[in-house]
């Protein structure tokens, strides 16, 4: 998998996840989103970031459209975090699925949240070819959340 992909977020966006995120914390999802907090590898702090949590044939996912980032990192070595809208805090497990079984969930992420992700695709977008997609794959990292009862 290729490690290096990564758009940093710019002043207007770190606000504007500021405010999504503190929605979520009161119970407000724009759209689906949510908070995700994952243990930091390094402070050993819950770190938090609002995320667009996509569920395709009764399973949860969480895509980073915006490459490797430091929660994708977080969650490598944590192997599981916690989705928050309100009140409602869901553990999980989550497990990273390979660049092979991606094309379907990216497809279906992209058909969902395209309109605000596709400019982390580099022109790569739900109707892309299976070939552009699975391109794509390995600068997105997708995990397979499964939350604890």
């Known amino acids: 998998m290729s490690s290096s ?3 940093r977020a710019n002043s207007l966006e770190v606000r504007m996840n500021r405010i999504v995120g503190w929605l979520a914390r009161r119970g ?3 759209l689906g989103t949510a908070e995700l907090s994952v243990r930091g590898r390094k402070s050993g702090t819950m770190q938090r970031i609002p ?3 996509f569920t395709q044939d009764g399973v949860q996912y969480l895509i980073s459209a915006r490459g490797h980032s430091q929660w994708v990192r977080n969650m490598r070595a944590a ?3 916690e989705l928050r809208l309100g009140r409602k805090v869901h553990t999980f ?3 990273e699925i390979q660049d092979s079984e991606k094309l379907p969930v990216l497809r279906g992420y992209l058909e969902r949240w395209g309109w605000e992700v596709d400019r982390f695709f ?3 977008t739900a109707k892309s070819s299976d070939a552009e997609i ?3 794959g390995p600068d ?3 995990f397979r959340i499964t939350v604890m009862k």
Do not use: C, F, M, R
């Open 134 to 136: 699975l391109a794509a």
């Open 5 to 7: 992909h990564y758009v």
């Open 140 to 142: 997105h990292p997708v």
């Open 51 to 53: 995320v667009n949590p």
């Open 122 to 124: 580099q022109g790569v």
């Open 28 to 30: 407000v999802s724009l």
């Open 79 to 81: 192997g599981g975090g």
């Open 93 to 95: 497990t989550a497990e």
